[in-house]
């Protein structure tokens, strides 16, 4: 047997802060549970997918990816390990859609790699071709988190890459296309090309400007004059209209929108000051602008792409690259009694069929039980954070995670006509028909536009008033227009955004868009949900009342069922102790119970003490009844006949949540939580977390409606985790997902918060803050400047030649104060 | 002096030719992942050992040889 042969039962254990060890885990650097220290192991681990990859990692003699990791300051991620064996992957509709031949008999497919984390990632997934036979090269892009595998397929198949892939810590998913990533992609290389050939024109432009500058002193023959001029003139009009077009066409797109673009005054500084440029080249005499007008095309298309990468690094990280559901179901065929059963892709699945869902798996349609019973952890669509409990005769949504034991179901919606499909497909529509946001500078560019036509007209007569010729007049309005370029307008916003996000993002939080600063700094509603966002999204153990001697007892007869509930209990065994348990026994969705030196201990719900008649005091009654009355789920442990212990669980809020939202609240948002859980206990944290508006048994269709009402009445900041607020978090003014979202969230946000907690979100919104007000700040630099220099053009102090010079010159002050933006803990 | 007639266009025609060139390099794709080749370049060639035993096995990973 190989090391790497998968354990046969996988439980995501939990890794509790409040019950870890101060041992972190060799794998992922998490704490490990106390109840898992291992003393005959050297390394310790937090779950069993953690030690399975480390162990898989030693074994290929590639154990310096943890040096490595630990010099890059990479943190790992824990590793759900599953033991499936990735037969999609060789299906022959896989193998149409996704994997290419290439030359040599190869062949090439990319997957999407869950829990690549850092740079020591790509070295060990660069490295596997050297122990997994047949896998020629695997080539990961490390933002994408795309890697291209190329294997030869006598040798091997996607399937066992796929599974070793696994084994070492990283899911493999199938890369589904995106519309917006391949349009991204575009777009990104069109700006490298623009940015290359303005780049090479501005260079040369200007080596052609110092000999004329310097030839300006010298006396140079008008025959060399000439030809440089002409030469100039011939670049710049390249970089005009080559890369320079992209204005051209931003100004034209607004004018027939009738709105207006800071794209606007640029083509037209760019078109004046070409067009006045190739006179003057033409009649031999006068300024020529090419110079200037090369280095502006190449400096504005920089701080344009700078911008542009942040926000398609956010978006890529935060793709809803593969589905929620899962991507096969298995098919029950033939007659009762005689059947057999088989896996197909989901596509095959078909309103009618029976499938059947196993132990620990997501469902995959939509549809009734018709045998069998078990809970299900419905949190994907509801948020609420218990499971709950699914028998005959009962519906199961796609996206829903059994608890219990394998069910059979008759399936009435699958794919796409699912309730998790239909919301994808309203996020979709949400993310694409959101109407872009009017930036400030863009507001300020209509405005501007009119003053510097105006004002160039007010020149001309000024100038001819003032007495000078009709050529000196056009000289001076010429030096006007150039003078009054935006660019520095132009490119304090893109600047200023650019270095928050990157900033934010080295720091965990992912901004997707340069507007979300701008409704983060304006007061509004904040529309938070519960679990996960407010709370831990996480049962634990809060009280135990009666026997404690019971704690190991309880932690081994719940050791190994995968219920939320009993997770939690077994993971309280903080001391490890060894109990010797006879005969454990679990009951769907009652609970479990054990022998213990000829004693009964049964741990469960009421109904469980019931049907075992134990008896239940009026004081643990009454003790249960507090619990529940915080909020909390109530357990009973009892000894034979009588009830031993009460303990309570619940999903308490995150330590600090209540000083965040005070700061919050005193930076002009006003709270409001929006959760699926019900009313009682989302009433219970509302208080604790001193929220005046809550509401509860919110649907996610409730949730987005809700957001769309208050929308109405200003800008509404939405914060959730679950694929249950993707709606709402795609329909506010900005949406903000946290920690451990489900991955429809993410797409769904303009924000994504890496680190838990409230504190990211407090730091953003202090960011976003220190960015508007450095942005106004540039933008009142460059409009005072522009105003003195468009004065002194006016009364003809200003000659084109030092108007050429002054451009850049406030261009860089700008850039520069934009590149300083500060805040309060930020780095 | 004249010679510059020559050479400025000649420069001029290099630049082209190395824009050419960067533009054929960004269109083929090589300019799409920015973030790999930096860390790519920092980790050591360990040598290939020929005389490395084959190391797959069943499940297409070697075993340790002892745990």
Redo the contacts between chains.
């Keep these: 047997m190989?090391?790497?042969?998968a354990p046969a039962t996988v439980a995501p254990e939990s890794v509790g802060s409040a019950t870890g060890s101060a041992v972190g885990c060799a794998h992922c650097s998490l704490d490990v549970p106390k109840g898992r220290l291992d003393p005959d192991r050297e390394e310790q681990f937090c779950c069993a997918g953690c030690e399975a990859a480390y162990?898989?990692i030693?074994?290929?003699?590639l154990d310096e990816y943890y040096t490595?990791r630990e010099r890059?300051g990479g943190q790992g991620e824990p590793v759900a390990l599953d033991n499936t064996r990735f037969v999609e992957f060789d299906d022959p509709s896989f193998t149409e859609r996704h994997v290419k031949g290439a030359p040599g008999g190869a062949l090439v497919a990319d997957v999407y790699l869950q829990g690549v984390h850092c740079?020591a990632c790509?070295?060990l997934i660069?490295r596997l071709p050297?122990?997994?036979?047949?896998?020629v090269s695997a080539?990961?892009?490390?933002?994408?988190r795309i890697a291209t595998l190329r294997w030869d397929p006598a040798v091997?198949s996607l399937s066992?890459?796929a599974?070793?892939l696994a084994?070492v810590g990283y899911t493999p998913h199938p890369v589904e296309p995106s519309a917006a990533r391949d349009a991204r992609?575009a777009e990104?290389?069109a700006y490298?090309?623009r940015i290359?050939?303005a780049g090479?024109c501005a260079g040369?432009v200007m080596l052609l400007a110092f000999a004329l500058y310097s030839g300006r002193f010298d006396a140079m023959d008008p025959i060399?004059t000439a030809?440089f001029r002409w030469?100039s003139a011939g670049?710049g009009l390249v970089s005009v209209f080559g890369p320079g077009r992209v204005f051209m066409r931003g100004a034209v797109t607004a004018m027939r929108a009738r709105s207006w673009h800071l794209d606007m005054p640029i083509a037209l500084a760019l078109a004046v000051g070409a067009v006045a440029g190739l006179i003057n080249v033409i009649r031999g005499g006068g300024e020529i602008y090419f110079d200037s007008l090369a280095m502006l095309v190449f400096l504005l298309l920089l701080g344009r792409w700078l911008q542009m990468?942040q926000h398609a690094r956010a978006a890529d990280a935060v793709e809803l690259l593969f589905s929620v559901t899962p991507r096969r179901a298995t098919l029950v065929e033939g007659d009762a009694g005689d059947e057999t059963t088989r896996e197909v892709a989901i596509d095959a699945v078909r309103p009618g069929d029976l499938v059947e869902v196993g132990p620990q798996c997501c469902a995959p349609v939509d549809g009734l039980i018709e045998r069998g019973a078990t809970s299900f952890d419905e949190s994907i669509l509801t948020g609420e954070s218990r499971p709950v409990e699914r028998a005959i005769g009962d519906e199961v949504a796609a996206g829903a995670v059994n608890l219990g034991s394998a069910v059979r179901v008759r399936v009435a919606a699958a794919g796409r006509d699912t309730r998790v499909g239909k919301l994808m497909a309203t996020l979709e529509g949400l993310s694409r028909g959101r109407a872009p946001v009017l930036g400030q500078a863009d507001r300020l560019a209509g405005p501007f536009v009119i003053g510097v036509l105006v004002l160039s007209v007010v020149c001309v007569f000024a100038r001819l008033a003032a007495g000078a010729g009709m050529e000196h007049a056009i000289e001076s309005t010429v030096a006007l227009l150039v003078v009054c370029c935006p660019c520095a307008i132009a490119l304090s916003t893109p600047l200023a955004c650019a270095v928050a996000m990157g900033r934010l993002a080295s720091r965990g939080t992912l901004v997707k868009g340069g507007h979300v600063f701008e409704a983060l700094a304006r007061p509004g509603r904040l529309v938070l949900d519960k679990t996960g966002t407010l709370t831990e999204g996480r049962f634990e153990v809060r009280a135990w009342s009666g026997d404690v001697s019971l704690k190991p007892v309880v932690a081994a007869i719940e050791h190994g069922c995968p219920h939320p509930i009993a997770r939690s209990l077994a993971a309280m065994n903080d001391e490890a102790v060894q109990v010797e348990i006879a005969d454990i026994e679990h009951r769907l969705g009652l609970g479990g119970l054990g022998w213990v030196q000829g004693a009964r201990v049964a741990v469960g719900s009421s109904r469980f003490m019931r049907e075992l008649g134990v008896a239940v005091s009026e004081s643990v009654q009454a003790e249960a009844a507090a619990q529940r009355a915080r909020g909390r789920t109530v357990v009973y442990v009892s000894r034979d006949a009588e009830v031993a212990a009460v303990v309570a669980l619940g999903d308490e809020p995150r330590p600090g949540a209540a000083a965040a939202i005070d700061r919050m609240r005193a930076l002009g948002m006003t709270p409001e939580v929006l959760s699926g859980d019900d009313p009682t206990t989302t009433e219970r944290l509302a208080e604790i977390v001193g929220v005046e508006t809550f509401e509860g048994h919110a649907s996610p269709e409730r949730k987005a409606e809700r957001v769309g009402e208050l929308m109405a009445e200003g800008p509404v900041v939405a914060v959730g985790d679950g694929v249950n607020d993707a709606a709402a978090l795609a329909s506010a003014t900005v949406g903000i997902a946290v920690h451990g979202g489900a991955e429809a969230s993410l797409a769904a946000a303009d924000v994504y918060l890496s680190k838990p907690g409230l504190a990211p979100m407090l730091e953003l919104m202090r960011a976003s803050r220190a960015t508007t007000a450095r942005i106004r700040l540039c933008l009142i630099v460059a409009g005072t400047y522009n105003v003195a220099a468009a004065a002194l053009a006016i009364t003809g102090y200003i000659s084109p030649v030092l108007a050429a010079v002054l451009m850049p010159v406030s261009s860089a002050s700008v850039v520069a104060l934009a590149a300083a933006t500060r805040w309060k803990g930020g780095a | 002096?004249s010679v510059?007639?020559v050479v400025?266009p000649l420069?001029?025609v290099i630049?082209?030719v190395?824009?050419g060139a960067?533009?054929w390099v960004?269109?083929t794709?090589q300019?799409?992942?920015?973030?790999?080749p930096p860390?790519?370049m920092?980790?050591d060639d360990d040598p290939v050992r020929p005389d490395e035993p084959?190391?797959?096995?069943?499940?297409?990973?070697?075993?340790?040889a002892s745990?």
């Design positions: 190989t090391v790497l042969a162990d898989a030693r074994a290929c003699g490595l890059l740079a790509l070295w660069e050297r122990v997994v036979e047949g896998l080539d990961l892009d490390l933002r994408r091997t066992q890459i599974a070793a084994r992609r990104d290389r490298l090309v290359g050939v090479a040369n060399w030809f030469l670049i990468t | 002096m510059l007639f400025i420069a001029l630049a082209a190395a824009v960067f533009v960004v269109r794709g300019f799409d992942d920015l973030d790999s860390v790519r920092l980790f084959a190391r797959a096995s069943v499940d297409g990973v070697t075993p340790r745990r």
